[in-house]
């Protein structure tokens, strides 16, 4: 099988900077040592996947420079998909509070393939799910058929940084004035494990993953959702912010997925969410 990480993000030097000099992870930097997680070269990231049998990786960038005056990462987006462009997808970060701007930026990114979706943080921008700054970028995903990355779960040692603009309530709606926008919610929405899983059930343009839920309360339900009445949209991803990305695959293997479950989760729905760039992965 070739297996499709629909949130990869590399462990070099200059992405892992991204949060260790980024102001809104100064805490949980301090709290979890994360300054002296090991690195490695993105030649090495790239061989690792390959030795994994993952044959392809959504690289997301952030934006929240408003909000946290941090840089984008999208640059180092470009340089990921430069140095292996059949490895990387690109995904380029989005921030609202830069209006037209970002619009037109991002819609030039399309226009020239460097980002094959968008990427949004709306608890870290401070900005609802639902609010109208995104709208223009929801609309131009739906006219190029990307995806949305959105990143809403859990949020620890982050001061100052609300859950509820990633709330369920928020999703719903965004979901259904957007029915064609097809919404990978990274980090599954939790701790709303049930809410969210019943905002998927009505809308079939939302996919998850849980890669930073599974082992938290409320985690098994997002197992019995892949198992059962949401087979088809379930996804993996490996980014929370960072992990061993063989670990986060012994860990799927851990969780009592079905075959079929576990199969959809590696490859075939990814196919769906990310649609005509993938199709011949």
Not at 3 to 14: A, K
Not at 73 to 89: E, R, T
Not at 94 to 101: Q, T
Not at 175 to 186: E, K, M, Q, Y
Request: proline content about 7%; some cysteine; glycine content about 6%.
């Amino acid at each position: 099988m070739n297996i499709i990480d629909c949130r990869y993000r590399p462990n070099t030097p200059e992405w892992m900077a991204t949060f260790t000099r980024n102001p809104v992870y100064a805490e949980y930097v301090e709290l979890t040592h994360f300054d002296r997680k090991p690195t490695q070269s993105l030649a090495a990231c790239a061989a690792q996947l390959a030795s994994l049998g993952i044959s392809k990786a959504l690289v997301s960038g952030r934006d929240i420079e408003s909000t946290y005056a941090s840089p984008s990462s999208n640059g180092l987006v470009d340089a990921c998909v430069a140095a292996f462009p059949d490895l990387f997808i690109g995904i380029y970060g989005y921030d609202p509070h830069k209006g037209m701007r970002a619009y037109k930026a991002m819609r030039q990114a399309f226009a020239e393939g460097r980002s094959l979706g968008a990427s949004i943080e709306p608890a870290m921008a401070h900005c609802a799910l639902d609010d109208a700054r995104y709208y223009p970028l929801y609309a131009l995903c739906c006219d190029h058929d990307l995806p949305l990355l959105v990143t809403a779960g859990l949020s620890p040692h982050m001061p100052g940084v609300l859950l509820s603009p990633t709330s369920p309530a928020a999703l719903d709606k965004v979901a259904t004035d957007f029915p064609d926008l097809r919404i990978l919610v990274s980090h599954g929405g939790y701790p709303w494990a049930g809410e969210t899983i019943a905002v998927c059930l009505r809308h079939r343009n939302i996919y998850l993953d849980f890669s930073s839920s599974i082992n938290k309360p409320g985690g098994e339900l997002y197992v019995k959702a892949a198992n059962d009445c949401l087979a088809d949209r379930f996804v993996f991803s490996s980014a929370n912010p960072f992990v061993d990305v063989d670990k986060a695959l012994e860990q799927i293997g851990r969780l009592g997925l079905s075959d079929e479950a576990r199969d959809n989760m590696l490859h075939k729905n990814a196919l769906h969410l990310i649609g005509h760039p993938l199709h011949n992965a």
